[in-house]
């Protein structure tokens, strides 16, 4: 695991050689980040429904977890926790979020949120604690996972993941 800080946030990149290494990572950010709001970066078939699906199962999901692709939104009850899995792929203007009712989601301040494509309802959804964003490396199987901590929730998810954190870091949090 390679770290570093920057003044404005903190950074986690991790190689994920194949699927199983993928859901062990999640597995991990799963016991370390309870709720809050995390944004899923990445092109068509980064990896973002399956990391999403590892962290799912590790909280307790059993069943299938499927890519919100057409309905934008998968809410679930896991543990009397309330978890949405969005995905804004196919959404052609941010608006379109708060006609489906999105204030309604974020009401539980318990609640997880894990959002794809959230570049495409900026302007609407809340800001992350985390961002993961994934690349296909060249051999197709191996993932490239950068975790940037955006808020003190975030960075004590770093943190309790074993990543360096610098009090620089934590400052600029504040």
Not at 19 to 34: D, G, H, M, N, S
Not at 92 to 119: C, K, S, T, V
Not at 139 to 154: F, M, Q, Y
Request: with cysteine; hydrophobic share 45%.
């Amino acid at each position: 695991m390679i770290s570093t800080t920057s003044p404005q946030l903190t950074v986690c990149e991790i190689v994920l050689v194949d699927e199983a290494a993928t859901a062990q990572i999640a597995t991990q950010i799963a016991k370390v980040f309870l709720s809050g709001v995390v944004y899923f970066v990445g092109g068509l078939g980064a990896g973002k429904t399956t990391f999403t699906r590892a962290w799912l199962n590790a909280k307790g999901h059993v069943g299938a977890v499927k890519s919100p692709t057409y309905t934008l939104v998968e809410p679930y009850q896991i543990a009397g926790q309330s978890v949405f899995h969005f995905d804004l792929y196919r959404l052609n203007d941010p608006f379109e979020l708060e006609l489906m009712g999105i204030r309604d989601y974020l009401e539980d301040p318990h609640a997880l949120l894990l959002i794809e494509w959230p570049q495409n309802g900026e302007l609407v959804i809340p800001h992350a604690d985390l961002q993961l964003s994934l690349k296909i490396a060249e051999d197709e199987v191996t993932r490239h996972l950068k975790i940037e901590a955006l808020s003190p929730v975030g960075m004590a998810a770093l943190k309790d993941l074993n990543c360096e954190i610098t009090q620089v870091g934590l400052d600029a949090l504040k």
